[in-house]
């Protein structure tokens, strides 16, 4: 029987309690999940590469030990599967939005490595509205360590929540 691997990709920046949530059922749903920090060369990241892999390995550290962490710098993620071995690629969705992009992305998916399913999952609905980019735009306001704690995993929290502050 082969080994159901799965990759979870993303910019993970900030990673939020919705990608936790994935990567907990990622971790129940197959043998082995790979969380795959990609990097977009064109975007300027909140947080840097390096920090943003260092909270997905503590986030991946309260998992079951199937769950590891890959930096992929560029290219596309169907081909790193194939390298990978992986045979799924899992995909969150939270709303329509996310639906008709997912979906676009899966059938073009399908056409450069028809050997690599798509799955999607939906997180709970408490989740359904928590995004990196809702973070980000929280981390410039007064208070804003309530609404943080509330979004994100508290390795993340504490990073985000002490930025700027000197030590």
């Known amino acids: 029987m082969m080994k159901a691997t799965a990759l979870y990709a993303g910019s993970f920046d900030p990673p939020t309690n919705g990608h936790l949530w994935m990567m907990r059922r990622g971790a ?3 043998d082995e999940l790979v969380v795959v920090l990609a990097v977009n060369p064109d975007k300027r990241g909140f947080l840097p590469r390096e920090q943003r892999a260092e909270l997905l390995r503590q986030m991946a550290a309260e998992l079951p030990g199937n769950v590891r962490v890959e930096v992929v710098p560029q290219g596309f993620l169907v081909d790193f599967a194939m390298r990978a071995g ?3 690629l899992l995909r969150g ?3 329509t939005i996310d639906f008709e992009y997912e979906k ?3 059938r073009m998916n399908a056409r450069m490595q028809p050997e690599i399913q798509t799955v999607f999952l939906m997180p709970p609905s408490e989740l359904e509205e928590i ?3 809702l973070v980000r735009g929280f981390v410039d306001l007064p208070g804003r360590e309530r609404w943080v704690q509330a979004c994100v995993p508290p390795c993340v929290a504490d990073v985000i ?3 700027g502050n000197p030590d």
């Open 161 to 163: 929540c002490n930025r």
């Open 93 to 95: 969705v939270r709303n």
């Open 86 to 88: 992986a045979n799924y």
């Open 104 to 106: 676009a992305m899966a």
């Open 28 to 30: 129940e749903l197959f």
């Open 131 to 133: 995004s990196s980019s």
